[in-house]
Structure formats: structure tokens, C-alpha cells
């Protein structure tokens, strides 16, 4: 299979593919095809890298669901994480078919959906975890788990060909601080009854151990905030409803008010209460009152985490912010983790606020978070209590990947197959074996609108920054072709330049390559341009050992 539209043709059998969440962290998206009908779980960004100046988000290309045409039947959404759900209203005017959330996750796909005015025609619908999912080849049951986002679930799906395990974001927390404890039962139940297949989280596989409780970071964070007399910063995700819980129990035992900063976290918060997680009767002081809170009676819980640049912590580091600003002795609190990509500008952050004299706290200092993803003896329990026939390890970079199947080697799982994007496994009937591959990538999220990840104007913006940009005008008369005398050069994105040494030097061999063109050839923009190119970059290659981008203004008058 190397075309698209050749999905369709999938006719016969059980087949799994990723067109995101493969070899990296984020943008996952899956789809199971049985028999011909499709499922999507999951649809999700990423953040973007240095590969992509100026651009914050990722998202995974789903060309290829056109192709499907009735034939996908629905998108299940396991949980409301950014990187599984953060991509839905991004593609709100090319789904056509439901798109099923739990409550949480829900409104926070409304809450996106409201910035796209998409929210009128959009099949949206609410997941009950209490009851069976029913299409026309797959009957699909959920499993709550614990994570770091109320309402997280595994999926069960069932099949003709037998059943499918598809864990989701997970951990083991027999005492979280939102929802129910871990059921280790519910999953002995699946392995007791046959699994195919298990499709499973990778991100801790790499990490010994087991992960730590959300109850305990709320016992610590209610002593940590006991050691300081000044002004408390919290960023965390905004998600993570549980983490804001216990910062708001740790602050109460402190006889310290809450302000909430940054408005992804008000969103969020106010979503978590319509689903009755955070108390009606909580209440929190806005951003003008905080600045008026003595420092020592006041907690305030941001988004910035990450280092993101129009995040509340930013601005707030950076004594931009309209309401609040930080003083020596205050603390930071990183109640985080560092997502791959984003150390450089978290550290950026932090050296700031240290310049500032703001003591920092991170999880290397203190217990002030704990991850939402199991970690190796959580994984290698889960194999052991379902005991699949194949394990398809996702969510995670080629080092996690390997990782979990060295897990579920040890777990005696007769197959693992670590795919790529677009690597479409034929699961049943016989062994499992890759079938072809289709064709997946990133669009870049630019304003609302998405384009290819390898877009001129993407590639034109890389070689800028790398390079710089040299611009040069000429004035051409129509009448004989000749050259006016003033020649303007400007550079961009390059150390302090002689532009008058460049320009002497360019007129000299310009000039002679100009005039050994005949009439036809000085009438053709397109040459004379090209000619200009070439002799610029000899120059500067010469003289400066630089390659820059070279733009031409011909103007004929």
C-alpha cells in the first residue's frame, strides 16, 4: 500500500496504523480498521522545534480519513491532554463523522471549538464510562484509569478477530486526589478472558521503578509552602486538575489566598467545576486583587511551565504582566514536567528568575510533582495481568519504544512490533505483519490556519535564521536597459557589513556580466535577477564566508 486513497481497500482483517504519536511525544492519533470500518482514537498537537521558527504547534496530517469516506465511524477521545484532543478543532470543518469525549474533555474541546465558531454543526457527544460503545465492527468499553486529567480511560475494543487493549495515557494511583483508585481487577478480567493485542503507553517505560502517588505531593506541598514567607508561585499544567486541587488544599493549610493567572487555567478550571471536581463555593481572588495580597498570604497558580512565551509566568518574569511582578525572595514552583523540546526555553525562564534572586523549586528539589504515566514495573504489571499476544508500544520517542518491548519481552509476549507513522500492521487473522505504508507528516498551526510542514514560506523562514537575508534593488531603464547608478543593498539577520565595499564590489563584476547579455536577455527579469543572485552570493561567500538568502527588487521605469 503506498497510496492513499488505497486505505479504503482494506477490506478484510484487523489493522492498526499511527498517523502521530509514533517515534515522538504528542500529536497521537490512531486508527483501527476492521473489516473495512474504522475507528480514530485520539487526535492530538504537539509543540514545535527549532525546525519551525515561529511556530508553536504541530499537528498531524489526516489527508488519508477523506479517503475513508462513511466508512470512518467515529473519533474516541481517551482523555482532554492537548496532545490527545488539542487537534480536534483544528480539523472541526473536515470530520463528518461523531466525535466522542468524556465530560472533561468535552469542554475543553467546546472551549475550542467556540474560538473556531465551529461549535453549531459539530457531532460532539459524551461518553457515559459506564457503558458499552456500539458500531458496526467494533464494540468498544471503558476502563478508568489514573493520570494527570480527570476522567482518563482505557479502551477495550472488541472485535470479530478478538480483543484490543488500548491503554491510553495511565499510571497505577491506588489514592488520587480525583477519581476513582486503580482497579487492577478490571484489567486481570480482560487477560483472564484473552487479549489480542495490547496498544500501550511508552512514555516511563525507560524509567525504573514506580511512579509516586497525587496524594503525596499534596501532603508536601503543604509543607513546602510552611518554609516560605513570601510570595508563592505555582505553574503547572492547566489540566491537571488534581495538582490545582492540592496546591488550593496546601495554600488553605497556609492561611493563604489563591489567585488563578493565565487563561487556559481559568478555562479549566471552570470546566472542572461544571463536572463538580472543584468546589462551587472555592473561590479564588482575581489578578488585581493579588496585587494588593501581602506576599506572605498569597499562592498564585499560572500557566508557564514550559517557558511558553505569551504564558502567564513569562510575563510575569519578564515585569510585563498588568497586575503582578516578582521580588527578591519570592519562590517559583515548577510543578512539572519538562516536555522534550522545550528545556531551552524553560531554562531560558528559569536563569531569569534567578537573576532576580527568585528561589526556584523543581521536582529534583522537592516533591512537587509526579508523573501521569506509569513507570517499568507499572508496565510490565499491566502485561502480566492482561497477557496479550502482541504488544504495539506508542506514545514515545525510538528510546522509550525500545525500551517498553524490552518490558514486554520480559513479560513473555510472543510478538512486539515497534512501527512508524504510517506503517499500517495487518493484526489478524494470521501474524501480525506490516502490509504498507501511507503517506503522514505535520501541518504547521500558523494564526488558526494550517499549512505543510514543508512549506516555502516554512523553509524560506529556516534559511533566514540560519543564514540572514540580504535584500538588493535595481532600477533598470525600459528604454535602453541601462542600470541606474543607485544600487541599494540591505542586510538582515547578519553581523555589521561595508554595504558600500559590497556594492563597489558588486557593480564591478555586475556590470560586466550585464553587458554581455543581449537585448532579449536584459529585457528578461527572470535572467538579470539570476545574475544578480549569482554575483551576490560569489561576494559575500569571498568576503564573508556567508550563504544568506538573497532577495532581488527589479524595477523597470
Not at 520517542?397 to 499500517?424: D, R, W
Request: proline share 3%.
Amino acid at each position: 500500500m503506498t497510496n492513499v486513497s488505497e486505505l479504503n481497500n482494506l477490506n478484510d482483517g484487523l489493522h492498526f496504523l499511527s498517523l502521530g504519536g509514533i517515534g515522538e511525544i504528542g500529536a497521537n492519533c490512531y486508527l483501527y480498521g476492521c473489516d473495512g470500518k474504522w475507528i480514530m482514537i485520539d487526535l492530538g498537537l504537539s509543540f514545535a522545534d527549532e525546525k519551525f521558527p515561529g511556530i508553536d504547534l504541530l499537528v498531524p496530517k489526516i489527508d488519508n480519513i477523506e479517503s475513508l469516506e462513511n466508512n470512518l465511524e467515529a473519533i474516541i477521545i481517551s482523555h482532554g491532554h492537548e496532545d490527545h484532543a488539542g487537534a480536534v478543532a483544528f480539523f472541526a470543518n473536515k470530520i463528518k463523522c461523531p466525535v466522542y469525549a468524556t465530560k472533561f474533555a468535552k469542554l475543553l474541546i467546546e472551549n475550542r471549538l467556540k474560538e473556531f465558531n465551529e461549535v453549531e454543526n459539530f457531532n460532539l457527544l459524551e461518553i457515559n464510562l459506564n457503558k458499552k460503545l456500539s458500531f458496526e465492527n467494533f464494540s468498544l468499553d471503558f476502563i478508568p484509569t489514573t493520570h494527570s486529567i480527570p476522567e482518563p480511560s482505557a479502551i477495550v475494543i472488541s472485535t470479530s478477530y478478538g480483543s484490543l487493549l488500548h491503554t491510553a495515557d495511565w499510571k497505577i494511583d491506588y489514592s488520587p486526589t480525583l477519581g476513582d483508585s486503580f482497579s487492577k481487577k478490571k484489567f486481570e478480567k480482560i487477560g483472564g478472558e484473552g487479549l489480542l493485542a495490547l496498544i500501550g503507553d511508552s512514555t516511563n517505560a525507560n524509567v525504573p521503578g514506580k511512579s509516586q502517588s497525587e496524594n503525596d505531593v499534596k501532603e508536601e506541598l503543604a509543607n513546602i509552602f510552611s518554609r516560605f514567607s513570601n510570595r508563592i508561585v505555582v505553574t503547572c499544567f492547566s489540566s491537571n486538575i488534581a495538582r490545582m486541587k492540592n496546591i488550593i488544599y496546601a495554600a488553605k493549610k497556609n492561611k493563604r489566598k489563591v489567585a488563578l493567572v493565565g487563561r487556559s487555567i481559568k478555562k479549566n478550571i471552570e470546566a472542572a467545576r461544571k463536572c463538580g471536581f472543584i468546589d462551587d463555593n472555592e473561590v479564588f481572588i482575581s489578578e488585581d486583587e493579588a496585587s494588593f495580597i501581602p506576599r506572605e498570604n498569597l499562592v498564585i497558580i499560572c500557566t508557564g511551565s514550559q517557558g511558553e512565551k505569551r504564558s502567564a509566568l513569562y510575563r510575569i518574569s519578564y515585569n510585563s504582566h498588568q497586575h503582578l511582578h516578582l521580588e527578591s525572595e519570592d519562590v517559583v514552583i515548577f510543578s512539572s514536567r519538562d516536555i522534550p523540546g522545550n528545556e531551552k526555553s524553560i531554562n531560558n525562564l528559569k536563569n531569569l528568575l534567578i537573576r532576580q534572586r527568585v528561589e526556584i523549586l523543581t521536582a529534583d528539589d522537592d516533591l512537587v510533582h509526579v508523573s501521569g504515566h506509569g513507570y517499568a514495573d507499572e508496565i510490565r504489571d499491566m502485561y502480566n495481568w492482561t497477557k496479550p499476544y502482541l504488544s504495539i508500544p506508542v506514545h514515545g520517542e525510538p528510546m522509550h519504544l525500545e525500551a517498553h518491548k524490552q518490558l514486554s519481552y520480559s513479560s513473555q509476549v510472543p510478538f512486539t512490533k515497534i512501527l512508524e507513522n504510517g506503517k499500517c500492521l495487518k493484526i489478524a487473522p494470521g501474524e501480525p505483519k506490516v502490509v504498507g505504508k501511507i503517506e503522514t507528516g505535520k501541518l504547521i498551526v500558523e494564526g488558526k490556519k494550517l499549512y505543510d510542514s514543508e512549506s516555502s514560506f516554512i523553509k524560506e523562514r529556516r534559511k533566514y535564521s540560519f543564514e540572514g537575508l540580504a535584500l538588493i534593488s535595481l532600477l533598470i531603464n525600459s528604454n535602453d536597459n541601462s542600470i541606474n547608478k543607485n544600487i541599494k543593498v540591505t542586510f538582515k539577520g547578519l553581523p555589521y557589513i561595508d554595504e558600500e565595499q559590497i556594492i563597489h564590489d558588486f557593480k564591478l563584476i555586475f556590470i560586466d556580466s550585464f553587458t554581455k547579455l543581449n537585448t532579449d536577455q536584459k529585457s528578461s527579469d527572470k535572467i538579470v535577477s539570476d545574475i544578480v543572485k549569482n554575483n551576490l552570493k560569489k561576494i559575500m561567500k569571498n568576503s564573508f564566508h556567508k550563504k544568506p538568502e538573497i532577495e532581488v527588487h527589479l524595477i523597470r521605469f
